[in-house]
């Protein structure tokens, strides 16, 4: 019998050639890795996760603009598991954001670019806009409130490129108006197209590293000054004791563990918070409220905070420059060390750009710059009475849109100045004129509409709301 | 094997360029300079007000939904009638009216505009984009949709 497996095993492998496979890609001497270096596994594995679910859903998936919505939410509510594999594959996108960012952060780092691993990295560049691009055209398929306003702030980016702006935003819906071909197109893009070229990309990304190895710990140790150099040592510490392993099992034992972690975190968010929320339905004609996917609060605060000046440009001009900087990262970065230890400027600036996401993100989630209408008056800090004027003046101030934009004692929008805490003594006069016509650099509507009386009632509430505890 | 190279070009150039005139074409197909859609009539606008108003897109293609736009309209006391979009013109956020502080408010990055339109904080720069709009003869209100850009 055992002999019986031995020459099936042996008729197999000749047959169908697994023997290089084997000696070339698994069973071969590489430079050791450390534990974190399992960013790159991690991610294969959330494509593997992505592509599987992804499939599936197109089981389901109705590409019509007047039935996709009706299609997601029978997916969601009516088929069985069918919110599991939403689930999973809305965590993978998510998960993927960020392990991308981890794994661009990580080769800036270790200067993982550098000869001669130029290839690997400009591959990499084209991959994690395309990854970027179907963490964004996923979410729009769901064609919902989220979906049908993230798509106008999208192409309205490509509307602010001079010259084509207007034809670009044509080509992208596939008419004049967003309608039937805009999502025919999206969805042809995130599912056949771009994981396609995904696909392509990953496949010849691997087999460079294959081919170049990861940086090791003698090209991080010391000076490496040109790919001959490189491939010396790296052949060095790959067949040393210290230094090396052979990739299969050691190596993928390794980054194994951190994929699976990661899977596991992507299971968990599934099971505790299941598939995103399905808001109404696509629609050019409700109120709405919408917020982008949490993996681009940061970029949506960045432009929240940006001068009037600037705004339409950058949003243009952010991703070309980020585009070739990463194109000539490898160019410009020729020095001999790879790693952190003479490297602060990497050092410097990975840590300011993950502290800079980690707090725009935060702020995204209070949205301090917006003004909306907000249907209850402020309250009454407890243990103040009000007089009959101030209170009137309190309904008012809700009335007239002033809780718009001001809250009292922290209580409501965080626009303009809070009213409790108004700089300087204005007099009873003053208030009254400044209401009714702010002073021209200020960003307030002037409220000469309002009738004198409700103008004096109001003024009653603001000089009261001076005495309120400041903090609430 | 430069013939050989050479079919190979002529290949792909057979795919590649249909491709990319079909690809291109939807945004060209049917185009006009000008849509004229009604909206309401114009005593339904109170003078000196800004109204939430809906005007029907006609789009010439196989899905009914999307079909209806929501747009601001404000009639000036003397009859002169402005038509807003209702998107922001800093990144096409669905703004609101606040009829008491008489502002548009863009619910994304902070853009706030006048009732004249006027950005007035946030980073739009532009004013609010406004529709063509004519009084038909009965009295009907009518904008022209193709008048602001492709995606407000």
């Known amino acids: ?472 | 094997m430069l013939a050989i190279n050479a079919g190979g070009f002529v290949v792909a150039g057979v795919l590649a360029i249909p491709g990319m005139i079909t690809a291109i074409a939807p945004g060209f197909i049917g185009r006009r300079r000008e849509m004229w859609m009604p909206v309401a009539p114009l005593k339904n606008f109170p003078p000196g007000e800004t109204t939430r108003a809906f005007v029907d897109i006609e789009r010439g293609d196989w899905s009914q939904s999307l079909r209806t736009q929501l747009i601001y309209v404000r009639r000036e006391p003397g009859d002169r009638v402005v038509v807003f979009s209702r998107n922001c013109t800093d990144l096409s956020c669905p703004i609101t009216w606040d009829p008491g502080s008489r502002t548009f408010l863009c619910p994304c990055h902070g853009g706030i505009f006048g009732r004249d339109g006027v950005p007035m904080a946030g980073p739009p720069n532009r004013p609010l984009y406004r529709y063509d709009n004519r009084v038909r003869e009965d009295g009907m209100l009518e904008v022209d949709v193709y008048s602001v850009p492709p995606m407000s």
């Open chain 1, 1 to 472: 019998m055992p002999v019986m497996i031995t020459r099936a095993k042996k008729w197999l492998s000749d047959r169908f050639a697994a023997g290089p496979i084997y000696r070339n890609a698994l069973h071969r001497k590489v430079a050791k890795g450390e534990w974190y270096f399992g960013d790159g596994a991690t991610l294969t594995l959330l494509l593997v996760v992505l592509i599987v679910t992804g499939a599936l859903m197109t089981l389901t998936y109705s590409p019509n603009a007047d039935t996709a919505y009706e299609s997601v939410r029978y997916l969601t509510y009516r088929q069985t598991l069918g919110w599991f594999i939403r689930g999973l594959h809305y965590w993978s996108a998510g998960m993927m954001v960020v392990m991308l960012f981890f794994h661009v952060f990580r080769q800036i780092l270790l200067g993982g670019y550098k000869a001669p691993r130029e290839g690997t990295w400009l591959i990499g560049v084209f991959l994690f806009f395309a990854v970027i691009f179907m963490s964004f055209s996923g979410y729009l398929l769901r064609w919902d409130d989220r979906a049908i306003h993230a798509l106008r702030v999208a192409t309205h980016m490509f509307y602010n490129i001079p010259w084509i702006g207007e034809h670009l935003v044509v080509f992208i819906q596939g008419g004049r108006e967003i309608g039937s071909l805009t999502l025919t197109r999206l969805y042809g893009l995130h599912v056949v197209m771009v994981p396609g070229l995904i696909l392509a990309l990953v496949g010849y990304h691997l087999y460079l590293i294959i081919h170049h190895g990861t940086t090791s710990r003698s090209e991080r140790a010391q000076p490496v000054r040109s790919a001959d150099d490189q491939r010396a040592l790296y052949k060095k510490d790959a067949e040393s004791e210290k230094n090396g392993e052979i990739f299969y099992p050691e190596t993928v034992a390794k980054s194994g563990v951190m994929a699976f972690l990661f899977f596991g975190l992507v299971l968990a968010l599934t099971l505790i918070y299941g598939p995103a929320e399905i808001q109404q339905e696509a629609n050019l004609h409700q109120t709405s409220q919408p917020m982008e996917e949490w993996w681009f609060w940061w970029y949506s605060a960045l432009i929240a905070l940006l001068p009037d000046v600037i705004a339409p440009g950058f949003v243009v001009v952010f991703p070309v420059v980020i585009f070739f900087a990463m194109v000539l990262l490898p160019f410009l970065d020729r020095g001999p060390y790879r790693g952190m230890k003479k490297r602060p400027w990497a050092v410097g600036f990975v840590v300011c750009a993950v502290i800079a996401i980690l707090s725009l993100s935060s702020l995204r989630t209070q949205s301090p710059w917006t003004g909306w209408p907000l249907d209850e008056a402020p309250p009454v800090p407890e243990g103040i009475a009000l007089s009959a004027g101030a209170e009137e003046g309190r309904l008012l101030f809700s009335r007239y849109g002033c809780n718009s934009c001001h809250s009292v004692s922290g209580h409501g929008r965080r626009v303009a100045v809070d009213i409790s805490r108004i700089e300087g003594q204005m007099s009873r006069e003053e208030l009254f004129n400044y209401i009714r016509r702010p002073p021209k650099d200020v960003p307030m509507p002037s409220f000469d509409h309002m009738p004198e009386e409700h103008l004096e009632r109001v003024v009653d509430y603001v000089l009261a709301a001076q005495t309120f505890p400041r903090e609430s």
